[in-house]
């Protein structure tokens, strides 16, 4: 039996959107995540996505970066979220969202000595795709009470008190 090779890359940075059409103030969730099948140290140089043409609110930050295990095009991976955003387009058209980048850095051996091994810190320059999301207008004439707002609204409403004291 001869080696198996590996397919599809070691580490991959993925810039994710739960959709990819929608309307004018249709809020999108974003996420970029790091896949990895090699052991990962940290990393540096992060330069995020502009995100021209949307309205951006950073709603995942995490300080410590916790890795699971995830399949993604049938490869299994150790994947981290880097940063969550909900996004909010602001005009109708094609809008790209440029891609994320950073610098990762891992310990690799570079020789041997018996029982000590000497390392080196190698670093490796991930780059995510860009996303073309379609943004379609809003549909016109509006109604007069339209106020801008898309999407799916909860509201709730509790009491503190059923009772006065007067």
């Given at each position: 039996a001869g080696e198996q090779e590996k397919s599809g890359p070691e580490i991959?940075?993925?810039?994710?959107v739960d959709r990819k059409n929608v309307v004018v103030g249709e809020p999108i969730k974003a996420t970029i995540k790091l896949y990895s099948r090699v052991d990962v140290d940290g990393f540096e140089s992060v330069d995020f996505?502009?995100?021209d043409g949307f309205w951006t609110q950073v709603t995942e930050e995490p300080?410590?970066?916790t890795f699971q295990r995830e399949a993604l095009d049938g490869q299994l991976y150790y994947s981290t979220v880097i940063r969550g955003y909900t996004l909010i387009p602001q005009h109708a058209g094609t809008v790209e969202i440029s891609p994320a980048e950073l610098v990762l850095l891992r310990t690799v051996p570079i020789a041997s000595?018996?029982?000590f091994n000497d390392y080196t810190t190698v670093r490796n320059k991930v780059v995510?795709?860009?996303v073309k999301i379609n943004v379609r207008p809003l549909p016109t004439p509006s109604p007069e009470s339209f106020a801008g707002g898309v999407g799916r609204?909860?509201?709730?409403?509790s009491l503190s008190t059923?009772?006065?004291?007067t």
């Amino acid at each position: 039996a001869g080696e198996q090779e590996k397919s599809g890359p070691e580490i991959l940075l993925a810039l994710q959107v739960d959709r990819k059409n929608v309307v004018v103030g249709e809020p999108i969730k974003a996420t970029i995540k790091l896949y990895s099948r090699v052991d990962v140290d940290g990393f540096e140089s992060v330069d995020f996505p502009k995100f021209d043409g949307f309205w951006t609110q950073v709603t995942e930050e995490p300080t410590h970066f916790t890795f699971q295990r995830e399949a993604l095009d049938g490869q299994l991976y150790y994947s981290t979220v880097i940063r969550g955003y909900t996004l909010i387009p602001q005009h109708a058209g094609t809008v790209e969202i440029s891609p994320a980048e950073l610098v990762l850095l891992r310990t690799v051996p570079i020789a041997s000595y018996g029982a000590f091994n000497d390392y080196t810190t190698v670093r490796n320059k991930v780059v995510s795709d860009p996303v073309k999301i379609n943004v379609r207008p809003l549909p016109t004439p509006s109604p007069e009470s339209f106020a801008g707002g898309v999407g799916r609204f909860t509201v709730t409403a509790s009491l503190s008190t059923d009772s006065l004291v007067t």
